[in-house]
């Protein structure tokens, strides 16, 4: 399994995305970082989550999926991406998408991206 890498401490930037009340009950919504697209994903739980929108598989956006537990269902072929780790779950894909750290603050959706995601 390809591994792709997820941002640490050292090279990421907190991006506050959106308020947590804007965010659907349970499921996926899209938030676009400086031009990098992002799910960012509620589960059953009340948990959030953020991963790459885009499905390794078929370049096609993941957060027009369906969320089953923390599985994210892309909407085309079917793959499913576990959204705590980016791992696919689900055929036809099998590359991994990338994940990013979530903080709420204050109410507040923060995601640490690549600062390189965010212009200087």
């Not at 739980?45 to 790459?52: H, N, Q, R, S």
Request: with cysteine.
């Amino acid at each position: 399994m390809t591994t792709v890498p997820t941002p640490d401490a050292g090279t990421s930037t907190p991006v506050t995305v959106c308020r947590l009340d804007e965010l659907p009950e349970v499921g996926p919504a899209q938030a676009d970082i400086h031009g990098h697209l992002i799910a960012i994903v509620r589960t059953e739980d009340g948990d959030v989550y953020a991963i790459d929108d885009t499905c390794t598989h078929a370049n096609v956006s993941l957060s027009e999926g369906e969320l089953d537990g923390c599985q994210l269902e892309c909407w085309l072929h079917g793959s499913r991406f576990d959204v705590r780790t980016g791992d696919p779950s689900g055929l036809p894909a099998t590359v991994p998408v990338a994940t990013y750290p979530v903080t709420i603050e204050d109410g507040q959706v923060v995601v640490s991206v690549p600062a390189a995601f965010v212009p200087a």
